[in-house]
C-alpha cells in the first residue's frame, strides 16, 4: 500500500500564493494523480488531475481554473499544487491521491487557510 504524505500548507492572506507537495512512498508512474480539497463540513472535493503519461493538458476544477497548476515528478514520486491568487473559500484542508476507482489510503493533508 503506498502511503501519501501531503505538506506546504500554512496560513496566507487573500492574494497569496502556496506551493503544495505530496510525496508518495511508492511509484506514482502509470497513474493519474489528482488533488483533492475538503473544507470544513463538507465532503471532499476534486480539484485536478495530472494524467499519466503527462502529455500536456490537466484537468481543473472550474473553481480553480487559471489559478491552481499540478505539477508531477514521477522520478521522485511525487505530486505538486501551485495556488495562486488564493481566496478565503479555497480554505479547507487538501489532499492528493491517484484517481481511480480504488485509491490508496489517504494521508492526513495539509491545511490550507485563507485570510486576513
Known amino acids: 500500500q503506498v502511503k501519501l504524505v501531503e505538506s506546504g500548507g500554512g496560513l496566507v492572506q487573500p492574494g497569496e500564493s502556496l506551493r503544495l507537495s505530496c510525496a508518495a512512498s511508492?511509484?506514482?508512474?502509470?497513474?493519474?494523480m489528482g488533488w483533492y480539497l475538503q473544507a470544513p463540513g463538507k465532503q471532499r472535493e476534486w480539484v485536478g488531475t495530472?494524467?499519466?503519461?503527462?502529455?500536456?493538458?490537466?484537468f481543473y476544477a472550474d473553481s480553480v481554473k487559471g489559478r491552481f497548476t499540478i505539477s508531477r515528478d514521477d522520478a521522485k514520486n511525487e505530486v505538486h499544487l501551485y495556488m495562486n491568487n488564493l481566496k478565503p473559500e479555497d480554505t479547507a484542508v487538501y489532499y492528493c491521491?491517484?484517481?481511480?476507482?480504488?485509491?490508496?489510503?489517504w494521508g492526513q493533508g495539509t491545511q490550507v487557510t485563507v485570510s486576513l
Open positions: 495530472i494524467p499519466s503519461p503527462y502529455v500536456g493538458t490537466v
Open positions: 511508492g511509484s506514482i508512474r502509470g497513474y493519474a
Open positions: 491521491n491517484k484517481v481511480t476507482a480504488l485509491p490508496w489510503a
